[in-house]
């Protein structure tokens, strides 16, 4: 599939808003979903609705088979060595919490440490911030230097003996600063710490190879990367998932139950408790299918273009900061930006005059706005759906919004 055809297959792009035609450069915070999506979300219940693993009959046989292919296809995708290291959750969210209450809290103990960064989502902060107040451990945070990068040298000075875990992002929704997870997960494990990666920036942009990286938990959403909303995954190596126990309890996960006590299915069905997000596993097995014919590598060259443009016509606009590495060699396909003294909320809505959805806020990245002493920013993300065209329209935007406040004030 050419990536200058991939358009075609995003209906919701071929519409207009307030009179524009639609610029979306707002998949950081959730992509659009192409028509094979729609459809094989579509065909589930208008053909084969059912629950899984329970009935032998034909539609709950199919609905099975599509629910445990679309895990197959995730162990393919992230070339994960089991479809047992391979948990559906309902996103990223979920899967970083489940590593907090089930391995965080059976693992750690008073005088044990937790290392992050600065620039992690809320959702790989909170999990540990409160995994430290149920055990006595300490949270600490690795150092940035001024363009929101780590040095190893830092990782190195701050992860120690008494490390047990550290969880780091492999692409910062705000900075774009893409990690170098591999060489982090080899000082962790030189201390004896597991390593946990928020693969939610990541997962739709790039190759992801678990066993490469050595990493020892992941997890993904499916909705950024043109999957459902309310679909996740959690990979966890096979020996760590099997001694850990489970966090919901009912339906899908049990084995045996008896009046006192009962037990648990075997990996990966023993974390799946309840009914199944099966319209949503079926959904992501076609994003991946999706992803894998555009090609991973093509989309990261695409957007790394879009990256090297939207810098270079960005910083022509007088009055604009950039965060994040200057080099767009360092970083992913986004641009997290401020607009001299127009506060991100009135730029976004400018540009959303003008048909240009962008993200304007804190993007669930307080520590961060504070480290960059920024209380709010605005955002253009890019995917491989967009061009080279809608930035100059952004661009053409945000002199526009410059514009207009300057004749405000």
């Keep these: 599939m050419n990536i200058s055809d991939v358009r075609s297959y995003f209906p919701i792009l071929n519409q207009e808003v307030n009179g524009n035609p639609l610029v979306y450069l707002d998949s950081a915070a959730t992509s659009q979903k192409p028509i094979q999506v729609i459809e094989a979300v579509d065909k589930y219940y208008r053909e084969y609705n059912s629950n899984v693993h329970r009935g032998v009959h034909t539609l709950g046989t199919k609905a099975t088979d599509g629910y445990e292919g679309a895990r197959d296809k995730v162990r393919k995708f992230i070339n994960a060595k089991s479809t047992q290291e391979i948990i559906f959750t309902r996103g990223t969210t979920t899967a970083l919490n489940t590593v907090a209450?089930?391995?965080?809290?059976a693992n750690l103990q008073e005088g044990d440490e937790i290392v992050i960064t600065y620039m992690e989502h809320h959702s790989n902060i909170i999990p540990w911030q409160q995994l430290a107040k149920a055990t006595g451990a300490t949270l600490k945070y690795l150092p940035l230097q001024e363009d929101g990068t780590i040095l190893l040298e830092d990782v190195r000075k701050t992860v120690n003996a008494n490390t047990k875990l550290v969880s780091v992002t492999m692409v910062s929704n705000v900075l774009g600063v893409m990690n170098p997870i591999k060489e982090i997960t080899q000082i962790a494990h030189s201390n004896g710490a597991v390593m946990v990666v928020d693969g939610a920036q990541a997962a739709p942009h790039m190759k992801i190879d678990v066993q490469d990286l050595d990493i020892d938990f992941l997890g993904f959403s499916g909705h950024k990367m043109c999957g459902p909303t309310g679909i996740g995954v959690l990979y966890g190596k096979k020996q760590l998932l099997e001694n850990m126990e489970p966090i919901e309890f009912g339906g899908e996960m049990i084995d045996f139950v008896d009046l006192y006590d009962s037990t648990w299915k075997e990996l990966p069905w023993k974390f799946e408790g309840g009914t199944p997000i099966i319209a949503g596993a079926i959904g992501l097995g076609a994003a991946i299918d999706f992803l894998t014919e555009v090609?991973?590598?093509?989309?990261q060259a695409h957007e790394h273009r879009l990256a090297v443009y939207a810098l270079e016509k960005m910083s022509t606009v007088e009055g604009m900061t950039i965060y994040g590495p200057k080099d767009a060699a360092k970083r992913a396909g986004l641009v997290t930006f401020n607009l001299a003294d127009v506060h991100p909320h009135d730029v976004a809505t400018v540009l959303d005059a003008e048909g240009i959805?962008?993200?304007?806020?804190?993007?669930?990245?307080?520590?961060l706005m504070k480290w960059l002493k920024a209380s709010a920013t605005a955002r253009a993300s890019f995917y491989l759906y967009n061009t080279e065209e809608e930035i100059d329209k952004l661009v053409s935007g945000l002199l526009k919004t410059k514009e207009y406040f300057s004749d405000v004030f």
């Excluded at 209450?101 to 809290?105: D, F, K, L, P």
């Design 101 to 105: 209450a089930s391995y965080g809290r």
């Design 295 to 299: 090609g991973l590598d093509n989309i």
């Design 357 to 367: 959805a962008v993200r304007a806020g804190h993007h669930c990245a307080q520590p």
